[in-house]
T-cell receptor, first 117, second 111 residues
Framework: GENVEQHPSTLSVQEGDSAVIKCTYSDSASNYFPWYKQELGKGPQLIIDIRSNVGEKKDQRIAVTLNKTAKHFSLHITETQPEDSAVYFCAATSPAYYGGSQGNLIFGKGTKLSVKP | EPEVTQTPSHQVTQMGQEVILRCVPISNHLYFYWYRQILGQKVEFLVSFYNNEISEKSEIFDDQFSVERPDGSNFTLKIRSTKLEDSAMYFC?????????FGPGTRLLVL
């Protein structure tokens, strides 16, 4: 089955700096890669996602890149702010639009990002 | 903006008791999921549900677990006889296609 590895487990940056979190996946059939932000005591909130037919996607200060050959994808946060401090999870899945299954998400272990003012 | 809601937010129970965790998915979504997160660990898939039946389940989802959509809006997870190791945050999620939206979770503590 799919296995997702995420690094680093903790990341501390100064406000205004960039942060990069990297994930690798094992199943070449995976074709959908979301990133979630989890604040203390809350559920995971989707911040950006990418599908395997795209190499890069950007949304304001957040970008995700995907290298299908190497089976890795990365989250890039520019101009970090203290409110970016949270745990970030990458995930991978291979949704199937037949058989009633949308594919379960396999999560990485998370990266605790701290942005120091 | 529509969101997934879950009740209760916290549940404390004695080992061996039954618990039911409730979720209201986003109204036009057809795919529903339960995940759990043991404190400090990653989120783990339990089960997915579509068209009133289980689509997929993980090895965690054994005979002690069941899911149900009792009406047009609620989606429930039942644990028949709770164990200490069931203590975790339980998240419900729903999707229209592949993008899954998570609820705020129920923190379950089994004593």
């Amino acid at each position: 089955g799919e296995n997702v590895e995420q690094h680093p487990s903790t990341l501390s940056v100064q406000e205004g700096d960039s942060a990069v979190i990297k994930c690798t996946y094992s199943d070449s059939a995976s074709n959908y890669f979301p990133w979630y932000k989890q604040e203390l005591g809350k559920g995971p909130q989707l911040i950006i996602d990418i599908r395997s037919n795209v190499g890069e996607k950007k949304d304001q200060r957040i970008a995700v890149t995907l290298n299908k050959t190497a089976k890795h994808f990365s989250l890039h946060i520019t101009e970090t702010q203290p409110e970016d401090s949270a745990v970030y999870f990458c995930a991978a899945t291979s949704p199937a639009y037949y058989g009633g299954s949308q594919g379960n998400l396999i999560f990485g272990k998370g990266t605790k990002l701290s942005v120091k003012p | 903006e529509p969101e997934v809601t879950q009740t209760p937010s916290h549940q404390v129970t004695q080992m061996g008791q039954e618990v039911i965790l409730r979720c209201v998915p986003i109204s036009n979504h057809l795919y529903f999921y339960w995940y759990r997160q043991i404190l400090g660990q990653k989120v783990e898939f339990l089960v997915s549900f579509y068209n009133n039946e289980i689509s997929e389940k993980s090895e965690i989802f054994d005979d002690q677990f069941s899911v149900e959509r009792p009406d047009g809006s609620n989606f429930t997870l039942k644990i028949r006889s709770t164990k200490l190791e069931d203590s975790a945050m339980y998240f419900c999620a729903s999707s229209e296609f592949e993008t899954q939206y998570f609820g705020p979770g129920t923190r379950l503590l089994v004593l």
